[in-house]
């Protein structure tokens, strides 16, 4: 199984920062990589796919990069609707297996 | 507009069986590798198991091998989730999920998620 080592797994900050989660792969996945945004009470919500491509719809201060084993999502400009916890995934290999999120609260 | 409605949780015994729907609309559900992700109460997500858009692959994590069976019946839209010898760890909400290839690797992604369905097994 491949394993996503994600950081950090809680991080505060103010609205207006700018913040960088990042995610960590236990061997190549190449771009085969994506993050999601989950609040309180609902289900995941598709943020970025292919480690860099904006899902249609996301705001553009939302940005992924990275390939191979290491991966990063930065949030510009946070607004109160960004503060949520935060998932990365890997699709390389069955099975797909999901980073352990990243909460990021309202300093 | 996609939507995914999950049906058929409830509360079960250790040892006991439930069977879950997604009931796909919105979407070619022929087309596209479906997933069951779950989730523990205030705890992170796992892909429990996934299949190709034809149903002739699938694939499961290794704690629900031998226990559990996903599969689609195309001529409904609708996704299945067969759950047996369920464990107390099963307890979770199972979110059906969309993916955005016709297999589950490589290089899905999850782009619509159903409300989500809640399992508790306790005696």
């Known amino acids: 199984d491949i394993y996503m080592t994600q950081s950090p797994s809680s991080l505060s900050a103010s609205v207006g920062d700018t913040v960088t989660i990042t995610c960590r792969a236990s061997?190549?996945?190449?771009?085969?990589f994506s993050w999601y945004q989950q609040k309180p009470g609902t289900a995941p919500k598709l943020l970025i796919y292919?480690?860099?491509v904006l899902e249609t719809g996301v705001p553009s201060r939302f940005s992924g990069a990275g390939s191979g084993t290491h991966f990063s999502l930065t949030i510009n400009s946070l607004q109160p609707e960004d503060f949520a916890t935060y998932f990365c995934?890997?699709?390389?290999?069955?099975?797909?297996?999901f980073g352990q999120g990243t909460r990021l609260e309202l300093k | 507009e996609v939507q995914l409605l999950e049906s058929g949780g409830g509360l079960v015994q250790p040892g006991g069986s439930l069977r879950l729907s997604c009931a796909a609309s919105?979407?070619?559900?022929?087309?596209?590798?479906m997933t069951w992700v779950r989730q523990a109460p205030g705890k992170g997500l796992e892909c429990v198991a996934g299949?190709?858009?034809?149903?002739?692959?699938?694939y499961y994590i290794d704690s629900v091998k031998g226990r559990f069976t996903i599969s689609r019946d195309t001529s409904r839209d609708t996704l299945y989730l067969q759950m047996s010898s369920l464990r107390a760890e099963d307890t979770a909400l199972y979110y059906c999920?969309?993916?955005?290839?016709?297999?589950?690797?490589?290089?899905?992604?999850?782009?619509?998620w159903g409300q989500g369905t809640l399992v508790t097994v306790s005696s």
């Open positions: 999920v969309k993916g955005t290839m016709q297999a589950p690797t490589p290089g899905n992604a999850f782009d619509a």
């Open positions: 919105g979407f070619a559900f022929d087309a596209s590798a």
């Open positions: 299949i190709s858009y034809t149903g002739a692959s699938a």
């Open positions: 061997q190549s996945i190449t771009n085969y």
């Open positions: 292919a480690a860099s």
């Open positions: 995934l890997q699709s390389h290999s069955t099975p797909i297996t």
